[in-house]
């Protein structure tokens, strides 16, 4: 009786191979079915690459979105071999390969949400299942979540396989590239972790969209690694390499038939754009306080990777002005800007964000949602330790953000804060929280009119001292045509405003503020410097600078 019944369990269970060989036999299909079945469109025929990789010409392109419409039959066919996959899972709900098709096409189909059902429910190897989750909540923009299941996979994943998850070498531009490559899998975990962080499109939003892309690609890859593409070409390590550093083609033409290869069309695919190089510059990496706006290059036209968030087709920079003031330990930064200014940014809603950040685990973040009408100030108070800040704006509808990212060195104890210009048309106000408000978004001032700044003096006896300011506004520099109309005598001379005066001064809660309008009468248009330099008894001066612009309206 007992044979009996072992010989009829081994009559009804399936036979696993089979159902493993008939699901790869499907998605074979499918794949095949669909090269024959793409959209005709030349591509980029007959243009020279701009990058050879492996078998493969690869195209900057014009970051337009040039993606045909995907035909009916290839949808109603990738349903079918969904279908197919959902059956062999139930057969075989612990099998990797099975579980990472079911998430790879349920995205493409556009449902992230039920590849993230599948991920969940897959009861494979844990590690795999974890970033099958990933991958599914970063496709549904759910980024922070993301970020959560791919760092419990590779905590899951034995050393060799974390190690090489982690590797970031193909994204590095060349001086930091090599020297990432003479480090250990250990010695990488800190870089890796400073470089993702400058990396981060928005730093304000929780989770890194950049990390998880990556980690996604990752996924991507191992997913199509042993299987058919659109192509019909077979992996290797040049496809790898592409998916990688641009991310995966969304679509896909293939090129009109032609005598000579009539049943082996070429393929073309087309990876989402537009894409933004989000990447920091070696000098940003090593100093992110010192660091300029020019050390992310978000537009580069040849860019060593790119990413193209879902959220944003639009990565704008953001014109702001900065000002550093010192509270005892702690340092309040101000933020002016105007994104009305420009027209496809103003008058809308949107959420606007100040970040203030030594690195990834010292944010301070200062947020709110705004309509973009018109001026608008933020302040965020942190240590005084040279940082990163990001000032970052997202419309609440459209699909357009706006940054600014630099570094800052905050004022010193016994320092001058930094020069913050003002509105002179608004009445005079003579403390910084009153100030704030009245805040140029920019160093633009107008021709003939008045410079007003504010500025602080910390460190002074509370009893007073004296001290004395000396403060010029030179141009920067002479262009031509103002030297030789200069020489004609079509123009003034005056290239210069200096002043200086003697005070003695009381501290208020610290510090000792000021104000002073500077008449800029007479000088031309251009772009000046404006130098302020302090001498408290008699001591060695402190200085502050502003780069201003002088404009006619």
């Known amino acids: 009786m007992m044979s009996l019944l072992l010989g009829l369990a081994l009559v009804q269970r399936p036979d696993s191979q089979a159902t493993l060989r008939s699901a790869r036999g499907a998605q074979a299909e499918f794949e095949l079915f669909r090269r024959y079945h793409l959209p005709e469109g030349d591509g980029y025929s007959g243009q ?27 949808r109603d066919a ?15 709900p612990g099998d990797d390969w099975i579980a990472g098709q079911r998430v790879r096409y349920l995205i493409e189909d556009g449902r992230p949400a039920d590849a993230v059902a599948v991920g969940r429910g897959c009861r494979g190897t844990p590690w795999w299942c974890a970033t099958l989750v990933g991958l ?3 496709r549904a923009a759910d980024f922070a979540p993301a970020d959560s299941a791919f760092a419990a996979a590779l905590l899951a994943m034995p050393d060799e396989e974390r190690c090489r998850w982690h590797r970031v070498s193909l994204l590095l531009p060349g001086e930091l590239r090599t020297r990432y490559d003479r480090m250990s899998c250990e010695e990488r975990v800190e870089f890796e972790g400073h470089w993702w962080w400058l990396a981060a ?20 890859e191992r997913i199509q690694r042993d299987s058919r593409t659109a192509r019909s070409d077979r992996w290797g390590d040049d496809m790898g390499e592409l998916l990688i550093r641009f991310g995966p083609e969304v679509s896909w033409t293939r090129k009109p038939a032609s005598p000579l290869a009539p049943f082996d069309p070429a393929i073309t695919g087309h990876e989402r754009v537009p894409a933004f190089h989000f990447v920091p510059t070696t000098h ?9 706006h020019e050390d992310w290059i978000l537009a580069d036209p040849r860019p060593n990777e790119w990413y193209a968030p879902t959220y944003a087709d639009r990565f704008a ?11 005892g330990d702690s340092c309040t930064v101000v933020a002016a800007f105007d994104a009305s200014r420009d027209p496809a940014l103003g008058h809308q809603p949107a959420r606007v964000a100040l970040v203030l950040a030594r690195d990834d685990r010292s944010r301070v973040v200062t947020a709110r949602e705004t309509h973009l009408d018109g001026p608008e100030v933020l302040t965020a108070t942190a240590g005084c330790e040279r940082q990163l800040l990001s000032l970052e704006i997202a419309a609440a509808k459209g699909h357009w953000v706006a940054r600014m990212r630099r570094g800052i060195e905050p004022p010193r104890r016994g320092d001058v804060s930094d020069l913050l210009l003002l509105d002179a048309t608004d009445s005079v106000a003579r403390d910084l929280a009153s100030v704030v408000r009245h805040a140029l978004p920019t160093a633009q001032v107008p021709v003939d009119g008045r410079l007003r700044l504010f500025w602080e003096i910390s460190g002074l006896d509370p009893a007073g001292e004296p001290v004395t300011t000396s403060l010029s506004v030179r141009a920067e520099s002479r262009a031509w045509l103002g030297r030789a109309a200069e020489s004609v005598g079509l123009v003034g001379r005056r290239r210069a405003v200096e002043l200086q005066w003697d005070e003695v001064l009381r501290p208020d809660a610290g510090v000792a503020p000021r104000v002073l309008d500077v008449d800029l009468s007479g000088l031309p248009a251009g772009r000046y410097r404006v130098a302020l330099a302090v001498s408290v008894g008699g001591g060695v001066p402190v200085t502050a600078t502003r780069e201003i612009e002088l404009v006619r309206r």
């Open 48 to 74: 020279r690459c701009d990058l050879n990789i492996g078998r493969f010409c690869f195209w900057y392109g014009d970051q337009t979105n040039d993606s045909v419409p995907e035909p009916a039959a290839i």
């Open 78 to 92: 990738r349903a079918r071999l969904l279908a197919r996959l959902a059956d062999a899972a139930e057969l075989l």
């Open 136 to 138: 599914g909540l970063h």
């Open 201 to 220: 499109p928005l730093l304000s939003r929780p989770g890194n969209d950049r990390r998880t892309e990556h980690f996604a690609r990752l996924t991507l």
């Open 284 to 292: 940003a990496f090593d100093d992110p306080g010192g660091a300029t």
């Open 317 to 327: 920079g953001l014109e702001a002005q900065i000002a550093a003031f010192r509270r």
